[in-house]
């Protein structure tokens, strides 16, 4: 199994910048697509970002240009830099990680954006 923390949620206003990791633990080998996904209250879950353990990267129209994904494959940690916060991009975000026929998340971390 692979355990998944996220780390790095926080309160803040329109227009700053916030870093989210995910730590990935366990059985760690193999681990293929990594990504970010999140919900906000009443809505459904959904994609932010998504990077492969060769680094492609794959971004939703909502955050193109203002997020980056990264990954430190020799630390099993994924990155999300988020700048030019919109208080829309206040939701739960949660890390996800693609291992064979299996998808591990982790807790969730709170990003609050306030106008």
């Known amino acids: 199994h692979v355990q998944l923390v996220e780390s790095g949620g926080f309160l803040l206003q329109a227009g700053g910048a916030l870093i989210l990791s995910c730590a990935a633990s366990g059985s760690t080998p193999r681990i293929a697509t990594m990504g970010w996904y999140r919900q906000a209250p009443g809505k459904q879950r959904e994609l932010v970002a998504t990077?492969?353990?060769?680094?492609?990267?794959n971004y939703a129209d909502s955050v193109k240009g203002r997020f980056t994904i990264s990954r430190d494959n020799a630390k099993n940690t994924v990155y999300l830099q988020m700048n030019s916060l919109k208080p829309e991009d206040t939701a739960v975000y949660y890390c996800?990680?693609?291992?064979?026929?299996?998808?591990?998340w982790g807790q969730g971390t709170q990003v609050t954006v306030s106008s």
């Open positions: 990077i492969s353990s060769g680094g492609s990267t």
């Open positions: 996800n990680a693609v291992k064979g026929y299996r998808i591990y």
